[in-house]
């Protein structure tokens, strides 16, 4: 009997070992199969950029030009609106009366709300740069001051080093409490330069993003135009007077209220409205480019990607080398028709003066024939009358072949300066 029992328990024994390995596979099969479903879960493929993705502002429906005098205008000009922005005080750490007077208060400032208002909560970084350009400018007045005293002990002390044996008591007195005094002011200005360059450093700090942000509350409230609450319709400029006059009223009045309940309450004005109108929109950009930077630019570029300022540019350029290449040629062309009146002046000057040297050479031969023509007195000095008239003749023929010549080379220089001319006309003409 204890044989069987011993093979009963062993079967038994194998049976619950086969049972739990195939639990353990049936549970690490699923476990598997789950985690295989959470990756492909996060590993989404979806192309988002096929999404039709809009522009916050195009939710806000800010008129163009829509942030001015300290409220912000919507849908048309029939709806504007106003912010508070608020500081209160460390409620908790009041007594109690205080914290009731403040609730009390608080009652009577909801009790004045009779449309809907909005009370909305951001952070931003602390911005100090200003406050860190006072403190500069300051240690820089203080170091100049500075800077003169000690000049003026160390003209004292090489004076008194050339001088000290002349001088009577009474000017060594009073040269000793000037030193005295003037030692006074140089530790008087160490302590607060240390001073100014501490504070500076602590500013640098809260500045640089190591503290946390600056917590902004604001209250914001509007005044809708409705057609049915006047007698006649009013125009554009009506409707924003009359909105500047309801914000206006109704910001006095919630300002006055949240002041009885300890909340320091002020109007944001339009450079307010501007920024918070990038934080909300641009949050990244706003961090990075603060408003004074583009105070008198379009807030709504904050970053601009285009090359339409290179291409301004190149464009500017290229009409300033143009209008420079036209200016150039101009005044070529100008000095070109200058030198080609000179040359054409010039050139007549020569023909009139070929012209008068023909004419005179031709009155000489005219003269010439006319004395062979002339009678001799002598008739036994024919001979010699003869070969002197030959003579002359020959002499005349001669001259008068030297004279063509010479007009002959001088119409040949003319014509030469003519084609010269000319063509350097041509040649300015192309």
């Known amino acids: ?105 608080y009652y009577g400032f909801v009790s004045t709300i009779n449309k809907p208002i909005s009370y909305r909560q951001y952070s931003k970084p602390v911005d100090l740069e200003n406050t860190i350009k006072i403190y500069q400018d300051v240690y820089q007045n203080v170091l100049a001051e500075y800077m003169a005293v000690r000049d003026e002990l160390k003209d004292i002390a090489s004076h008194l080093k050339e001088t000290l044996k002349d001088l009577s008591d009474e000017d ?23 001073h100014i360059k501490d504070e500076i450093r602590v500013v640098n700090k809260y500045s640089s993003g190591a503290v946390l942000p600056d917590p902004v509350e604001t209250y914001v409230f509007e005044w809708q135009y409705d057609p049915m609450d006047f007698s006649t319709d009013l125009t554009q400029e009506e409707i924003y007077a009359r909105a500047k006059q309801e914000l206006n009223a109704k910001a006095s009045s919630m300002i006055h209220a949240l002041s009885n309940s300890h909340v320091k309450a002020v109007r944001c004005k339009t450079d307010e409205l501007i920024e918070m109108f990038r934080f909300y929109s641009s949050p990244v950009s706003a961090s990075r480019f603060k408003l004074k930077d ?22 500017v350029v290229d009409q300033v080398a143009l209008n420079s290449q036209m200016e150039y040629m101009k005044d070529i062309h100008e000095n070109a028709q200058e030198a080609a009146k000179r040359a054409l002046d010039s050139l007549q000057e020569v023909y009139r003066k070929a012209e008068e040297e023909e004419n005179r050479l031709r009155q000489e031969r005219e003269n010439g024939n006319d004395s062979e023509v002339k009678s001799h007195p002598v008739k036994n000095n024919v001979g010699e009358q003869e070969k002197s008239t030959d003579s002359e003749d020959s002499n005349s023929y001669v001259t008068g072949e030297s004279e063509t010549e010479k007009l ?23």
């Open 1 to 105: 009997m204890s044989y069987i029992f011993q093979q009963l328990n062993n079967i038994m024994t194998g049976i619950l070992i086969v049972i739990t390995v195939f639990a353990a596979l049936f549970f690490l099969i699923i476990y598997r199969s789950r985690k295989k479903k959470r990756v492909s879960f996060d590993e989404d493929d979806t192309d988002y950029a096929e999404f039709d993705r809009k522009n916050v502002k195009d939710y806000i429906k800010i008129d163009e030009d829509g942030i001015k005098d300290d409220m912000i205008s919507l849908e048309n000009g029939k709806r504007f609106v106003g912010v508070l922005r608020c500081s209160g005080f460390e409620f908790y750490d009041e007594d109690y009366a205080v914290q009731a007077a403040t609730c009390q208060s």
């Open 172 to 194: 060594k007195g009073i040269y000793e409490k000037r030193i005295r005094e003037l030692e006074r002011q140089i530790e008087a200005y160490k302590f607060r330069l240390f």
């Open 294 to 315: 583009i105070k008198n630019s379009s807030f709504f570029d904050d970053i601009n990607t285009s090359n339409s300022l290179h291409d301004l540019q190149k464009q």
């Open 408 to 430: 002959n080379n001088n119409s040949d220089i003319a014509n030469m300066i003519k084609d010269s001319v000319s063509g350097q006309l041509l040649i300015e003409d192309e």
